[in-house]
């Protein structure tokens, strides 16, 4: 885990070479972010969510929820902000297609072919 880390760590930005190998199994994805703020094939940056103000109160204590909004999946706002992140984030991915295809590959091929559960008796119901 931390060896393929540290590659994809090497492929996606330049780290200082005082980041050693038995740090990076610490990093946080906030610091991998931080680190790749410079990442070469984006020129953008991540897409923001509206805020739409909405107070709230319960139980005596009131407080702001902003993104209250985004609690309606119908909403055609939601909709749009989800598909730029997605499209953002396939973005700064781009570069590690390659790597992607050879880890699902990889996955699957240990995966037995056919996953079956004989079934059994649970409760009254047979």
Request: glycine share 2%; charged share 15%.
């Amino acid at each position: 885990m931390a060896l393929l880390l540290s590659f994809i760590l090497n492929q996606k930005c330049s780290l200082q070479k005082s980041l050693t190998f038995t740090l990076i199994p610490n990093i946080s994805s906030s610091l991998f972010s931080t680190l790749c703020r410079d990442h070469p094939t984006l020129h953008s940056s991540p897409p923001v969510p509206k805020k739409v103000p909405f107070t709230v109160s319960a139980h005596g204590t009131t407080w702001q929820d902003p993104y209250r909004w985004m609690s309606n999946t119908d909403d055609a706002d939601l909709s749009d902000h989800l598909s730029h992140e997605n499209s953002y984030a396939d973005a700064f991915m781009a570069d590690t297609r390659g790597l992607q295809r050879t880890l699902v590959s990889e996955m699957t091929s240990r995966m037995p072919t056919k996953i079956s559960t004989p079934p059994e008796l649970w409760g009254p119901w047979t």
